[in-house]
Structures are given as C-alpha cells and as structure tokens.
C-alpha cells in the first residue's frame, strides 16, 4: 500500500461525518465501470427483447379478435323438395 493510501484510509476511518467507506484503486475502478457497463447493456437487452415480446403478444391478440370478429354467413345453394306420403 502507497502511503497516501494509508492517509487516505487513515482519513476516511476519523471522519465523524462517515459512516463507513469504500476504498479503491485504479484497477478496483476500471473493474467497476467494467461491470456497470455490462450491466446497463444487459439491462437493455432485457429491456429491448420484453418489448419485442410485447409487440409479438399484441399482434397475436389483433389476429384473435378478428378471427373472433369473423361472421357466418349463409348462401343457398340448391332446394330440395319433398313429400311425405
């Protein structure tokens, strides 16, 4: 440990205002931006692949409705006739 580290430290323990801290280097830094990064662009991802489902679902819910909308009819197409003896 350099020494302006330990006064760092030394600094951060008698700070009445503290109530704990959180020491790192360079390298401890880099690591965390590393991993905040990743984590935001994996965020998205999540983000960006529920609205896709949720574009998927709403298609698939229109499709539904109007094959429920669909209506019946009725051509006559020949007559018989008939009768009873």
Known sequence: MNPHQVQAAL???????????IL?????????QYWSERRRKIQREIF???????????ELID?????????VTTHE?????WEIL
């Open 24 to 32: 790192a280097d360079e390298a401890g830094l880099v690591l965390t």
């Open 11 to 21: 600094f951060a323990f008698k700070s009445p205002l503290s109530s704990g801290v």
């Open 77 to 81: 197409l020949f007559t018989i006739q």
């Open 63 to 71: 499709e539904l409705k109007k094959a429920k909308e669909q209506t």
């Open 48 to 58: 960006d692949i529920e609205e896709e489902i949720e574009e998927q679902r709403d």
